[in-house]
Structures are given as C-alpha cells and as structure tokens.
C-alpha cells in the first residue's frame, strides 16, 4: 500500500452507488477502475443505473449552457461517459475489455489488477493483508477509496 | 470523506486546492480527482459530491483550462483524454 493515495468515503446518506458514481466521474479519464463488492451481480445494475441517470444530468447541463467551450467539454464527457464498460468478468477477457470491472476479493486475489488500473473502490469488508495483495501490481499514486455503502430505504429510492 | 494517506513522492501543487471552486483544501475535506496536464494529482472539495451540476460543469471547466495548458505544451488537444495510457504523445513525434 506504500505509494497510493488513500481515501475513506462515507456514502451513507444516499444509496451509496450514487455517491460512488458521482466519484468515479471524477476518474474517468484515469486508467481502469476496480470495484470490490460481495456480489458484483447485484452491484453492478445499481451503479450501472446511477451512472445513467449522471449521464442525462450532464447532458442536461450540456444543453443548458451556452458556454461553447464548456459545452464541446460535456460532449467529450458524454461521449466517454456512453463508451464506459462495464464488466464482472474478472480476469479481465483479453477480446473484450472493460473500463470499469466490478469482482470479489477471491477473484481479486487470484488475479490482482495490474498498472492500468488507477483506481479501486472497496465496498465491503477486505482484511488489510487482502488489500495489500490486490494493490500490489498498482502504479505508485493510484487511489484507492474506502467506502462505506449504506443502501437508503426502498421508500426514498 | 477524506484522504486518510498520501504518498510521500506525489507531485503536488502547493498549496492544495480544489480544482473546482479554487477554495484551499486539507485532507479531511479532500477527494483525489484527475491528473493536471502536467500529470499531477489534483484533488476537490468533499461537498462538491453533493452538488452534481457544480460538480459536472466544474470539471468541465477544470478538463478546458488543462486542455489549453496541454497545447501550450505542445501536446495534441485529445492527449488530456488519452491519459489512461499514461503518456504524451507531441505532435513532432
């Protein structure tokens, strides 16, 4: 873990995948994103649909503006927003990358990520030496972002 | 939120500050966002999390400012968005 930054999220106030989505918009352009979760089946239609609804609020913001420089930014956005893939095969399939990939910690610790990714969400419980092995292969000042996910009542989605 | 470590050689802009309103940062109020056009870290204010169109639009205008830095480098304008390969490409090379 020496070399990477280290950050702790507390996302408890919203479903916590949309915090994670509006995280991971800032870290679009960085490299490949890795999510752990318990069940990246169950995790990955959630964020999926948190990223979509993103997606509509920035092009939203993009015909609002009349900003052209702005405006030719939220284009690009869009456009890599819409390009994003997501994945939960884990190791990745060398014929059909993803941007994002969403695995468990088995999976990880099989196969650890290796320098393209820049990033990595821990959305459950990974014990410290877990986490020192997945990070291993990762570039020196890759994220690594702790969040906590507390699911809002089916009443308030 | 905060950013619990940093990595002691990272190349950062002294003072730290938040890439979207420019207010001036520590770590308990931090979030690591993009690289810069010179491949440094930049970081924004936690609540901007809250605020997604002051988060969209300030990004937006962050992404502009560093693509016209870049080309002041001499790198091409799509080099900012290229930089998951993590280098450069000039336009005389």
């Not at chain 1, 996302?11 to 918009?25: I, M, Q």
């Not at chain 2, 003072?15 to 870290?41: N, Y």
């Not at chain 2, 924004?44 to 080309?71: M, N």
Request: glycine share 4%.
């Amino acid at each position: 873990m020496y070399g990477l930054i280290r950050e702790e999220n507390s996302f408890g106030a919203n479903p916590g995948t949309k915090d994670l989505a509006r995280h991971l918009y800032t870290r679009i352009y960085g490299g490949k994103v890795v999510i752990i979760a318990n069940k990246p089946s169950a995790f990955l239609p959630a964020l999926r649909k948190q990223w979509l609804k993103l997606m509509r609020k920035v092009q939203k913001e993009r015909a609002s503006t009349l900003n052209a420089e702005r405006i030719f930014e939220l284009n690009e956005v869009v456009v890599r927003m819409q390009s994003l893939q997501f994945s939960t095969t884990w190791p990745p399939d060398g014929y059909k990358l993803a941007d994002v990939y969403v695995a468990t910690i088995d999976e990880l610790l099989r196969w650890a990520p290796e320098m393209e990714c820049q990033t990595i969400y821990v959305t459950c419980e990974v014990r410290p030496e877990h986490l020192h092995i997945i990070t291993s292969w990762l570039k020196n000042n890759a994220l690594v972002v702790k969040c906590r996910l507390t699911p809002l009542p089916l009443s308030k989605r | 939120m905060a950013i619990t470590k940093l990595p002691s050689d990272l190349k950062l802009a002294e003072p730290m500050i938040c890439a979207i309103c420019g207010v001036r940062l520590t770590l308990d109020k931090a979030t690591a966002g993009m690289l810069d056009s010179e491949h440094r870290q930049t970081f924004a204010c936690v609540s901007h999390f809250s605020e997604v169109e002051k988060l969209i639009t300030g990004w937006a205008d962050f992404t502009a400012k560093e693509r016209y830095r870049s080309l002041h480098h001499g790198y091409e304008p799509r080099d900012l968005l290229d930089k998951a390969g993590g280098h450069h490409v000039r336009l005389d090379s």
